[in-house]
Nanobody, 115 residues
Framework: QVLLVESGGGLVQAGGSLRLSCAAS????????MAWYRQAPGKQRDLVAA???????NYADSVKGRFTISRDNAKNTVYLQMNNLKPEDTAVYYC?????????WGQGTQVTVSS
């Protein structure tokens, strides 16, 4: 079993920055993909960014150039640096990790961007 604990959400003005963190604990060997998803009210949960075990990132078009995903394998932690935030980035952000055939989700952290 893998437990994911997120931190770093909050309220920020448009143009501001936030950094999300997600730390994994438990049976953490062989974790492959780490990612962040987000879900706005009334909308589906969408991929924001993902990073492979080798460190290769990919991003949703809507956040390219503004968000950066990174991981620290020694700390079993994935980060999401969010710059130049926009009101449309407002959502609950969820951490995701995949280990072999299993997937794990964090509890979600609220990010609210005011205009």
């Amino acid at each position: 079993q893998v437990l994911l604990v997120e931190s770093g959400g909050g309220l920020v003005q448009a143009g501001g920055s936030l950094r999300l963190s997600c730390a994994a604990s438990g049976s953490i060997a062989s974790i492959n993909t780490m990612a962040w998803y987000r879900q706005a009210p009334g909308k589906q949960r969408d991929l924001v960014a993902a990073i492979s075990s080798g460190g290769s990132p990919n991003y949703a078009d809507s956040v390219k150039g503004r968000f950066t995903i990174s991981r620290d394998n020694a700390k079993n932690t994935v980060y999401l640096q969010m710059n130049n935030l926009k009101p449309e980035d407002t959502a609950v952000y969820y951490c995701y990790m995949r280990k072999l055939l299993y997937t794990y989700w964090g509890q979600g952290t609220q990010v609210t961007v005011s205009s």
